[in-house]
């Protein structure tokens, strides 16, 4: 799950899709209470779930960009050293990462106000998928969002997630109240992703 705010895209019912334009649906998802369930196993090994205090631009780059590189999450490596920083640091950010066996298997980022949480960003490293860790890390998520007693928890997922992301935040709870298709540039055809990035939905690349 990564963000919905793509840099260049807009609605695409409004235009004819262009050359080097990606088309996408952004699916926002939202609950209003803790949902009733039962705690799930502990997954297998030693894990630790720690929030980054005051997290370094270099530890966050490395998770946003390990995670999110397969589901063509972007958006923050174009941005300066110092945006970053300032918002990361803002108050009401709050990253969480999960440590497997004392390495960093994935993170959960939160964007709080008064009112209500949005799970901004929230992942596993590649080699930490299907394993069971992340309905355990998304249980964990919905815990700790509650604990502020919001109006509402929300999030969104992409196209480009993984295939059975929307899946996943639905059985835990979420439900569906919008969906926004857009267009945005590929990110590969400025550097921003490598170009030799594969992901089942992307188009290949023109020659040169």
């Known amino acids: 799950m990564g963000t919905a705010r793509r840099d260049a895209g807009r609605d695409r019912s409004r235009r004819k899709l262009v050359t080097g334009k990606l088309e996408d649906v952004i699916t926002y998802l939202e609950m209003t209470s803790r949902p009733p ?8 090994g030693t894990i630790a779930l720690l929030r980054a205090e005051h997290c370094t631009v270099s530890f966050y780059r490395y ?52 009112k209500a949480v949005e799970l901004a ?3 596993l490293i590649p080699q930490f998928i299907g394993r069971g860790y992340g309905a355990y890390l998304l249980q964990t998520a919905i815990d700790n969002a509650f604990q502020s007693n919001p109006r509402r928890l929300w999030t969104h997922t992409c196209t480009y997630d993984h295939p059975r992301a929307l899946g996943h935040y639905q059985r835990a709870g979420f439900t569906v109240y919008e969906r926004r298709p857009l267009a945005f540039n590929d990110p590969r055809r400025d550097g921003t992703l490598p170009k030799t990035l594969k992901h089942p ?8």
């Not at 369930?37 to 297998?44: G, I, K, N, S």
């Open 37 to 44: 369930r039962p705690q799930l196993p502990h997954p297998a």
């Open 121 to 123: 960003y929230f992942g």
């Open 63 to 114: 998770l946003y960009n390990t995670v999110g590189e397969p589901w063509l999450w972007f958006e923050r490596r174009k941005w300066s050293d110092e945006r970053l920083a300032e918002t990361i640091a803002k108050p009401g950010t709050e990253i969480f990462v999960l440590h497997v066996g004392g390495v960093p298997a994935g993170f959960y980022e939160f964007d709080r106000t008064d």
């Open 201 to 208: 939905l992307l188009p290949p690349l023109p020659a040169k």
